[in-house]
Nanobody, 122 residues
Framework: QVQLVESGGGSVQPGGSMSLSCKVS????????IGWFRQRQFPGKGREAVAIDGGYIYYADSVKGRFTISQDKVKNTLDLQMNSLKPEDTAMYYC????????????????WGQGTQVTVSS
């Protein structure tokens, strides 16, 4: 059974840094895509892809140069280092994975963690 458990969220001031981690179980030995999504509090707004590792790395334009995704296959974690945080980065952040790897959109990922809140505010 595949499980994704996020940790590391919280509050930070603009310009600060924060690291998120996703503990991964059940994916070992299989080919998969994995990444981070976020959902901001806009009515009707779905989850947007932030950073995906699907063999090559995808970053949303809004986070390029500020966020870094990395996998530690010994510790079985997926990490997201977030620097130069902005108020618009405030969102619930989710770890997600999929075996089919057919795209970067929310609908292409079948396995989700419970999410961790990130708040950027002065």
């Amino acid at each position: 059974q595949v499980q994704l458990v996020e940790s590391g969220g919280g509050s930070v001031q603009p310009g600060g840094s924060m690291s998120l981690s996703c503990k991964v179980s059940g994916l070992q030995g299989r080919t998969y895509c994995i990444g981070w999504f976020r959902q901001r509090q806009f009515p009707g707004k779905g989850r947007e892809a932030v950073a995906i590792d699907g063999g090559y790395i995808y970053y949303a334009d809004s986070v390029k140069g500020r966020f870094t995704i990395s996998q530690d296959k010994v510790k079985n974690t997926l990490d997201l280092q977030m620097n130069s945080l902005k108020p618009e980065d405030t969102a619930m952040y989710y770890c997600a994975a999929d075996f089919a790897c057919e795209g970067w959109g929310e609908s292409h990922f079948a396995i989700w963690g419970q999410g961790t809140q990130v708040t950027v505010s002065s």
